[in-house]
């Protein structure tokens, strides 16, 4: 199947075409024409299956073909978690719709308001926003939504993670009864089933792959290790294995730049992002990221939702998550449109019920390495538990690293390409063919 099939204007098939894209991914194969028909909709997919482009296309084609009710109203709210996921949508939008003449406003705390209502009155028929600024504006009546024809709710289990059902149920309240409504999630919890059953009229249900379940392109795995012993292992896996890109989890917001540090001192680039950074800060940072210049970025879970980087090598997950669904939302940033991915996970002994319980809600038991050739230190480094002062960063860890793990190569950082299911194919055919997303 080709987008040509999908019943999209020339427009839109042309700005698809110029972002590289030739073939639809399965739930845009499915969801656009539905979504073309002015049907609700209710969507499972995972991260990185191309949802955005599958809710954003034929959105922008509904709105051009239909004559709105006055020039500069809003007609499309897409309500996102998180400031950066807010940021990728809304450039989506842009790039989608460039040869259409319909103006967009992506709106998010952590930034001036000012631009962001002078934007507004300037006319905008797409809005992209995040839960709490939105109501800002709503409350400073710098938005009137009354003219709403498509709504969509994306990624709406984070948002009821993050505590955002309240403030999804005033937007609602905000916008006209008729409407299209779009609900992407990729897990359904109860209360995102009871909100869909209210939002949401005669919706088509589209399920991609088993819910819950990682993507299929993603191998998993685990090394079993002392808690003070993760960070020497997690630099001999990044320097042993060449990893030139990895995003690292950690639990908590102190231990994201802590580790940012320590990594520094094993001579990898490295940048972390959590709440507390400022949105410059955090935009810098997966610039950076993205470019290369950073080689590692450490992110807590909200800090990490809706990094998008078509081709991610490696996740890390350094602290393991609370809740099992978590789980998959952090793997799901590698292996997305069709590439190979690893996820690794790095278990100390009190954190082996939490993978029992990921591996339960998987259906599937994540494989056990050992990392051969890694010599543990004898007891922790002085910085394990405090970053040195005045320290500066080396390049001696990395070659330390590199040197030590140089025999084991193949069978450790390489290992996701001669180790992994055959079924997955090998990583030089991920560059046949882009997707869009």
């Known amino acids: ?3 040509d099939s999908l019943g999209l204007s020339p427009a839109l098939l042309r700005a698809v075409s110029e972002q590289g894209y030739t073939q639809p991914t399965p739930i845009q194969s499915r969801v656009i024409p539905v979504v073309l028909e002015g049907r609700d909709v209710m969507a499972g997919a995972q991260t990185g299956t191309g949802k955005t482009a599958g809710f954003t296309l034929p959105l922008l084609q509904r709105l ?7 020039r500069g109203r809003v007609r499309a709210l897409i309500l996102t978690p998180t400031r950066e996921l807010a940021a990728q949508v809304g450039e989506s939008v842009k790039n989608y719709g460039k040869h259409l003449p319909l103006r967009s406003a992506v709106i998010y705390g952590g930034v001036s308001i000012n631009p962001q209502i002078a934007q507004i009155k300037r006319g905008v028929e797409i809005v992209v926003a995040t839960p709490g600024r939105l109501l800002d504006h709503a409350q400073q009546r710098t938005v009137d939504l009354r003219s709403v024809e498509i709504f969509v709710l994306d990624e709406a289990d984070r948002m009821l993670d993050m505590g955002f059902l309240p403030d999804i149920r005033r937007v609602i309240s905000l916008l006209p009864p008729q409407r299209q409504n779009l609900l992407f999630s990729a897990t359904f919890p109860n209360d995102i089933r009871t909100l869909a059953n209210k939002m949401l009229a005669s919706p088509v249900s589209v399920e991609v792959g088993e819910r819950n379940a990682a993507a299929d392109k993603i191998e998993q795995a685990a090394y079993f290790a002392d808690k003070g012993q993760k960070r020497g292992l997690l630099s001999w896996l990044i320097g042993s294995g060449d990893w030139r890109q990895v995003l690292v989890f950690t639990r908590t917001k102190h231990g994201a730049n802590r580790l940012s540090e320590q ?3 094993d001579g990898f680039s490295a940048a972390a992002i959590h709440g507390n950074k400022s949105q410059g800060a955090r935009t810098r940072a997966l610039a950076d990221f993205k470019s290369g210049a950073v080689r590692v970025l450490v992110a807590t879970d909200i800090a ?6 078509d081709q991610l090598p490696h996740v890390v997950n350094y602290d393991l998550p609370e809740v099992a669904e978590h789980y998959v939302h952090r793997i799901g940033r590698t292996g997305r449109a069709g590439n190979e991915g690893l996820a690794v996970s790095l278990v100390a002994p009190d954190e082996r019920p939490l993978l029992k319980a990921i ?3 998987l259906g599937a038991q994540v494989e056990v390495r050992r990392p051969d ?3 543990p230190s004898a007891a922790p480094r002085r910085d394990e538990h405090r970053p040195q002062q005045n320290s ?3 390049n001696g860890g990395q070659q330390r690293h590199a040197h030590r793990g140089q025999n084991s190569r193949q069978d450790q950082g390489r290992r996701h390409g001669g180790g992994r299911n055959h079924r997955h194919g090998s990583r030089g055919a991920q560059g046949q063919q882009r997707r869009g997303r």
Request: no cysteine; proline share 11%; hydrophobic share 30%.
């Open 1 to 3: 199947m080709s987008f």
């Open 64 to 70: 051009s073909e239909t004559t709105p009710p006055a």
């Open 263 to 265: 990594l520094e001192q």
């Open 304 to 309: 990490a939702r809706g990094i998008d980087i």
């Open 359 to 361: 591996e339960r809600l």
């Open 373 to 375: 050739g890694y010599v």
């Open 392 to 394: 500066q960063p080396t």
